[in-house]
């Protein structure tokens, strides 16, 4: 993707007046969200495999891995990478020095969303809301003359502080990086209503594609997620990704587009949540079930 805003409407004027804005207004008319070619929202959901390597090499040998299967989009959990620096700084430049490297084995048609998912919401490791800022900000930042960014997609959490999920989703935009507006509960699933007014709110915020990832007690759970799903499809202001985790949960992973969601989550090798299966299976379901 280019320096162009990564929504694409319905008309040119729109495109244009889309660019224009640092971040964009809910818009009826917009539908996907676009990444090296890739558009999250249209016809089948995407596979993204999560990279998990806490070493570079082992970094580099699952991007490797990856790259041989359907996923177009490869998630870097940078709470899982060199989980050995405990110096926040540290573990920065330990990114950035790693991104080179990673971008290049992923090609330039495979897409890369940089994700730290902190501990509250299931993640490897705390960090503070200043230190995940300037972390994210830095990504979305690296450019080099004359070339694509090699961050196409930033994973931000909506609960994070106000000013920092404001201040991430402004620099994504400005360098038209798409951005994921996540909410996860590992504990529950919340009712209908509260999962399609969370997916609105991180669309108000500025996310290009809001994602809820729940917890199912049952099987009425997965239910609820799925239908929170289709109600917010209807609003047609965007992609959205919805998944229910954990082994009740596998069903939305692969009913994905019958219920809305734009893409789905599978592993090759370790995997990064509850419930995730292999890409390979998944994709092979994807076309099964498709409606």
Do not use: Y
């Not at 509250?120 to 995940?132: N, Q, S, Y």
């Amino acid at each position: 993707m280019n320096d162009e805003h990564p929504v694409h409407d319905a008309t040119p004027a729109d495109t244009a007046a889309a660019e224009a804005a640092a971040v964009p207004e809910t818009d009826a008319r917009r539908r996907t969200a676009t990444v090296r070619g890739i558009e999250l929202g249209r016809a089948r959901p995407e596979i993204i495999v999560p990279l998990v390597g806490s070493e570079t090499e082992e970094l580099l040998a699952q991007a490797d891995a990856a790259v041989s299967t359907p996923a177009r989009i490869l998630e870097w959990r940078l709470d899982r990478f060199r989980s050995d620096l405990e110096d926040i700084g540290e573990h920065r430049e330990a990114v950035l020095a790693a991104l080179p490297a990673l971008r290049a084995r992923l090609g330039p048609d495979r897409a890369l969303l940089v994700t730290f998912r902190t501990a509250a919401e299931g993640g490897a490791r705390a960090i503070a809301d200043r230190d995940l800022g300037i972390l994210l900000e830095s990504l979305i930042a690296v450019r080099r003359a004359g070339t694509q960014s090699p961050v196409d997609l930033v994973d931000i959490e909506t609960s994070r502080a106000p000013a920092t999920v404001a201040r991430v989703i402004s620099a994504a935009h400005r360098h038209g990086t798409v951005v994921v507006g996540s909410f996860h509960d590992m504990e529950t699933t919340p009712s209908e209503a509260e999962l399609v007014e969370i997916l609105r709110a991180q669309r108000r915020l500025g996310a290009d594609v809001p994602k809820i990832a729940v917890t199912p007690r049952g099987p009425r759970d997965v239910l609820t997620l799925l239908s929170a799903s289709l109600t917010a499809a209807e609003d047609l202001s965007g992609p959205h990704i919805a998944i229910s985790m954990g082994p009740l949960g596998a069903s939305s992973r692969v009913a994905a587009e019958t219920f809305a969601s734009a893409a789905t989550f599978a592993t090759v090798g370790e995997g990064s949540a509850p419930g995730q299966l292999r890409a390979q299976d998944v994709a092979g379901m994807l076309e099964l079930l498709r409606p």
